[in-house]
């Protein structure tokens, strides 16, 4: 069910296929000769790169198998008793831009020798590398920070539209780049008028490099009839997204240690008001409200049979790999 | 990878995409530079091999007791990656001039008791500070910028261990096949370096210029200064000296053990062995302990909470808040995965910041 999306016939460019695709798309890559054209402008030369799948789908799974086994409560016979149920690749369009801008003051002098560069006077400047995904909604769930490594990119292939879901760019990557260029242009600006009031050039030489797909693996396994489900970056093996089975026996631990820690806790509370001669039931619901988001996080950890481990770059920043 | 890009030693095709500047031949180990205007010696800090890598590890497991979960069977996987960087060098001083609005508070006794009020002064400054300089690694490739590599880079600047040219670094397959390829060229890394050099040494001249007002008004007034707002500032970087090293390839080492059905993990100085991080297993003790210890911090907190209900309800509430962050806290503790995180103390300050080169100083 859904809207029906009105569809136009684009002609390749290239190999002079004809195919549909709707009216929205920016990009149309020819499922025949898997050329990339603008739609808008079909002679403008498109960069349409890859990041190479360093992981299939075999691959894949063995990471969630062992990525799983790292979690908290996870089932004692999950590596024994899950099975692989199915793998779909899907490739997530971003757009590349390189910023690099400078505002030069009036009188700068750049002396550049082999190894050495000197500068007499220097305004504002901003250098950074920017990826971002060109799709308003994608299907799959990125994290918002996730950075997607530069690195393994190669030409985009005809034969990779037959392996994986292939998702079209539906952002105009000209009105991104503007989006994206405003906050160093704003930081690179004040520089120069900190640094030279009004007497600086301003200097642009950023670019878009160019669209480049990245690739996903959406794995699902099964464990005791039940199905769960994981995302894996297909480049370099990074768990984004994994559910697991939580055991019973871990499951009761936890619980009995959140209701153990609350009782205690108003056990406490009841003795320090008994000693101090002060209201009883006062200090017992303290020390027991007190206790109690200890006690919700047990439940939220344990009332379920199945964990969510979702990526954080913070809480995996120590074992990132170098990509 | 491209195609019909070989190597210029034996001819074998090479793993290469659009932004590699140089890459080392996975058969025959030479480099090749696929930006030929770009070429030039490339250094290298040797690696320990695997057998001397893993006497390290043994040794450090057997010192800090984890010898079960670090021993040689439970070797999963090892890892060598020799990541190559630039170190940039960069001196910069910066002219400066501020008017800033400094803030006194004076207090006079009366017979009413004391009476506090706020004055301020508009003080302008001015100079030149610096030079201030810095090594700046820098990594020769994108989306690199992790702990591993800074630590990797924190530890050569500090210990300056020996870096040879890699033509004559004899270096075995094993190696030559774990060197990443150089992404980046030196001008994109020294505008990259240029710009958080130029930024720290703006944010230290604001801070210069707000202490060298409040110290101006405070040699000149009574009172106790309390704070500033710059109302107008000029900070012009002068006198920029730019340098920058050969590439030099750092070795690292990944290992993964598995060990009571999880896996843990060592991130490994490649040249000395020298353990940065590893995860070890969480005792059921460890987690009771921070149970018990939640429950307690809980329940006495929140006691005394209830106990001054009807006394100071502010600090009731007071202590009910920090009861119940110490809850919170403690059970996340208790609960958190299999195995904790462990960085060596020499390379925790590294995690927390965000440019190595707030770290290093020269």
New interface residues.
Partial sequence: MGTRVEEKVFRCSFCGAEFSIPKTFVYATCPYCGTTTRVDNPDAKVDHFIFAINYDKNSSYRRVKDFALMQVGIAEDFNDNVDFDSAYQYLVPLYIYEVDIKAVCRGEVEKIEENEVEISIHGGEEAAHVVVIALENPPIDIPKDYSFPAKNRIYFKPSILREGVYLNPSLDPETVFEKIKRPYIEKTLSEAETACGKKYRFVDNSRFVGLAHYPFWIITCNYRGRKYRAIVDAADGTVLYLEYPISFKQRLKGLVGGIGSILTASIIGTAISYTLSSNIIYSAVGGALTALPGLAIAINKFSRSKGVYRYKPSEEAVFAPIR | ??DNVRCSNCGAPLDI???TIATVCSYCGYLNWVRQDLKEDVLVVKPLDGKQLQEKIRNFAVRRKLGEVFKDTNIVELTL?L?PFYFIDIS?EADYSGRVLVYITKCRRTKQGERCWTETRMVHVDGVYGPYRNVIPMIA????D????KAIAYKYLEDNPRAIPITSAELSKNVWRNI??I?LDKK?V???A??MH?DEL?EIVVKVIEREAEGKVMMWSSGVVTGSTIIW??????????????PVLLP?Y?AVYRYG???H?L?VCGWDGDVI?F?RPMKTGERISW??L???A??????????L??INMFA?AGL?IL??????Y???R??????S?I?EPRYRKV?SVEKISSVIKV
């Fill in positions: 990878m491209a995409t659009p932004e990656t990541v910069a490739r994108r989306g690199c992790v702990f591993s590599a990443l390829s992404d994109s020294v505008n990259i240029l710009d130029l703006r500032k000029k900070i012009t970087p002068i006198n920029i000296k730019i340098s920058s090293s050969k690292v990944t059905g999880g896996l993990r991130i991080a995860e149970g018990l939640g429950a307690i809980s329940g006495v907190l929140g006691g005394l909470a209830g106990a209900y009807t009731s009910f009861g119940s962050i110490a809850s919170f403690c059970m996340r208790a609960l958190s995965p299999i195995k995180s960085v995690l």
